[in-house]
Structures are given as structure tokens and as C-alpha cells.
């Protein structure tokens, strides 16, 4: 995935037959609001360059960081949960 600068982590999955892309974006003076609609506005220039089989078709921002394992892993198992 290309970097955007806007988002610290993200994980990107399948669920529902829908290519997720959940993300914990940077820290920002601006409305969470805001800072989820440039990210979104830049996962689709991204999707405009990648073959429709590789769209991500979701977004979610999460309030929290990803919970990490000891070697500062994402524990992927953890996701949507």
C-alpha cells in the first residue's frame, strides 16, 4: 500500500467480501472528521491506480492505536473485534 501521510497504522483485510483498509491516523490538529475525508480522498486517487480486484472498498479510522504484541507487532487477530 502507498504511503499517505495522514496515517500512522493501518491493517488492511477482507471481511464481507470487501477489501478493509482500517487505519490510525497521525496525530493532527485537525477534526477527526477532516482528517478521515483526506484520507479517504487519497484512497481513491490510490484505487485509481490499482486494478479494481485491489480496491480497498472500506474505510475505518480508529480512535485507538492497534493493541501490539511485545515486539511491537499488530495483533491482526485482534482486528474488528
Known amino acids: ?45 490510490m484505487n485509481a491506480t490499482l486494478p479494481a480486484c485491489k480496491h480497498v472498498q472500506k474505510l475505518v479510522v480508529r480512535e485507538t492505536p492497534f493493541e501490539k504484541t511485545t515486539t511491537a507487532k499488530i495483533k491482526r487477530y485482534k482486528i474488528g473485534q
Not at 464481507?16 to 486517487?45: C, F, H, M, W
Request: cysteine-free; charged content about 40%.
Open 1 to 45: 500500500m502507498a504511503r499517505i501521510s495522514e496515517v500512522s497504522e493501518v491493517v488492511v483485510y477482507e471481511r464481507e467480501g470487501k477489501i478493509t483498509a482500517e487505519v490510525y491516523p497521525e496525530e493532527s490538529d485537525l477534526p477527526r472528521q477532516e482528517v478521515a475525508r483526506r484520507i479517504q480522498k487519497k484512497l481513491e486517487k
